[in-house]
């Protein structure tokens, strides 16, 4: 098969001599034909010399590299590029843990697929496609996830309606496209939980965060608990498990708080120590002096692009600054960013920051980052998007 060349211009080369997956627009010499978006194209050097094949695309990255050999993108490439995926989740004890049956089998990047993301719900796979050329091998997808999993798949649900790019021309419909899930119920450490992945954010449910869900239950006993931007109430759920006194779920959509109170009357029937409030973030942190001595602040991503980085970084310290100053002394907070675009170390100097307005002393219990299950690419740093602190404060 033939592909559309692109040369890049001199000296542009070196990321991919270094297997980083994106090729920027501003780094394109020439491109030799027309290539649709998501069609496959070759890359070479301004010498000619061949460096990988990839998605072309319109806009700032132009090309997301899916192979630094020549070889033929098809079917098999597929096949066996999703089955080194599920290997990897078969190593980690995944695939056939009777506790955990959410995880994610597909992370773009870090699964060398840039632009698709597979997330497993017991007998259902939610797909999520970012790039056009992902979008238009679904059914290849479609085919090799019904191979890896046989009788013990019973849906695909694609959800790639908003995450393709807006002037993309194709017109993705959210929808299955492969049988159809009765059970909207997984299971994550042994806790049960609701997934809405039809009308929820990302695929349904944040399964990023199981292994520092799993850290805060070991840390809540006896405590009172706030767990902010709950969504579902993953955070929630674990302390109470853990043992803790109270635990309130702050969210300000009220769908998500429908879907905390069925997830913590599923584990917990009947429990009085959780109530479930529907309120700004900002604005509820502003008087709960001395309430709690462990808190959550799990955002959404405040930064999705640099422009906005400053403006997303004034908003992780504001947030901060206000856990700080509220909460009771000898208290912990649970702190993250999930934004790619803010680094770890910008992170962490912000929450210094914050700290030190706060004038309270603070100290690192545990630095914080995704699961094995979302592994970083080791020459694409920027996958390690999730950012999260442990912090003592007295």
């Known amino acids: 098969m033939s592909y559309v060349k692109v040369v890049l211009k001199s000296g542009k080369d070196q990321s991919l001599l270094r297997f980083h997956p994106w090729v920027f627009s501003g780094a394109i010499k020439k491109i030799y034909g027309n290539p649709a978006e998501g069609d496959v194209v070759e890359v070479f050097d301004n010498k000619d010399t061949f460096l990988g094949l990839g998605h072309y695309q319109i806009g700032s990255i132009a090309i997301r590299i899916l192979s630094f050999k020549q070889v033929e993108i098809n079917d098999q490439f597929w096949y066996e590029k999703i089955h080194v995926a599920y290997r990897l989740r078969k190593t980690l004890g995944l695939i056939d843990d009777p506790n955990t049956n959410a995880y994610r089998l597909v992370h773009a990047e870090g699964d060398n697929m840039p632009g698709l993301i597979i997330d497993m719900y017991g007998d259902t796979a939610v797909v999520q496609m970012h790039s056009v050329g992902m979008f238009l091998i679904k059914?290849?997808?479609?085919?090799v996830l019904k191979d890896l999993f046989g009788n013990d798949l019973k849906a695909i649900y694609n959800k790639s309606e908003a995450t393709l790019p807006f002037k993309a021309p194709v017109e993705p419909q959210n929808g299955y496209s492969f049988g159809k899930s009765v059970a909207r119920t997984a299971v994550e450490n042994g806790l049960q939980?609701?997934?809405?992945?039809?009308?929820g954010q990302k695929t349904g449910f944040f399964v990023d965060q199981r292994e520092n869900r799993a850290l805060l239950e070991k840390y809540s006993k006896n405590r009172s608990v706030l767990n902010m931007f709950c969504y579902t109430g993953g955070f929630s759920f674990y302390a109470m498990r853990g043992g803790a006194s109270v635990v309130h779920s702050v969210?300000?959509?009220?769908?998500a708080m429908d879907l905390t109170r069925e997830?913590?009357?599923?584990?917990?029937?009947?429990?009085?120590r959780h109530e479930a409030i529907t309120a700004d973030a900002f604005k509820y942190l502003d008087d709960i002096k001395d309430r709690y001595d462990l808190i959550v602040l799990d955002p959404p991503a405040f930064a999705k692009h640099h422009n906005v980085l400053n403006n997303a970084l004034q908003g992780y310290k504001k947030l901060n600054a206000k856990a700080f100053e509220q909460i009771k002394p000898g208290g912990i907070v649970f702190t993250f960013s999930c934004s790619q675009?803010?680094?770890?170390?910008?992170?962490r100097k912000t929450v210094f920051s914050a700290a030190a307005?706060?004038?309270?002393?603070?100290?690192i219990l545990n630095q914080l980052t995704q699961p094995a299950d979302h592994p970083v690419n080791?020459?694409?740093?920027?996958g390690e998007y999730l950012k999260g602190l442990v912090?003592?404060?007295e």
């Not at 059914?139 to 085919?143: A, G, K, L, R, V």
């Not at 080791?378 to 920027?382: F, G, K, L, Q």
């Open 341 to 347: 675009v803010v680094s770890k170390d910008a992170f």
């Open 378 to 382: 080791i020459y694409h740093p920027e």
């Open 139 to 143: 059914d290849t997808i479609d085919s």
């Open 251 to 255: 969210d300000s959509s009220e769908r």
């Open 263 to 272: 997830n913590v009357e599923m584990n917990f029937p009947g429990d009085p």
């Open 391 to 393: 912090l003592y404060v």
């Open 193 to 199: 939980f609701k997934v809405d992945w039809e009308k």
């Open 357 to 363: 307005r706060s004038g309270r002393k603070v100290r």
